[in-house]
């Protein structure tokens, strides 16, 4: 966590809080999607984990609807 001065307004330390909690969910995103990726069968499989879990942008792969059955 940043420090931060105890003047500064108020709008500017909720952005920064703001930020660091989406950077942090970033980080997170990417460990699972790796986790996702170690435990596939395959290639389509890993493809569709990602896809069912909203972690397909996170592997760096184009969010796309996963198709139904």
């Given at each position: 966590m940043?420090?931060?001065?105890?003047?500064?307004?108020?709008?500017?330390?909720?952005?920064?809080?703001?930020e660091?909690?989406l950077a942090a969910?970033?980080?997170?995103?990417?460990?699972?999607a790796?986790?996702?990726?170690?435990?596939?069968?395959?290639?389509?499989?890993?493809?569709?984990?990602?896809?069912?879990?909203?972690?397909?942008?996170?592997a760096?792969?184009?969010?796309?609807?996963?198709?139904t059955r």
């Amino acid at each position: 966590m940043i420090g931060r001065s105890q003047t500064e307004p108020v709008g500017n330390r909720v952005t920064l809080a703001h930020e660091e909690e989406l950077a942090a969910r970033g980080s997170d995103q990417r460990r699972v999607a790796r986790v996702v990726a170690a435990r596939a069968i395959d290639v389509e499989d890993c493809r569709e984990l990602l896809g069912m879990l909203g972690l397909a942008g996170a592997a760096g792969m184009p969010e796309a609807d996963t198709p139904t059955r």
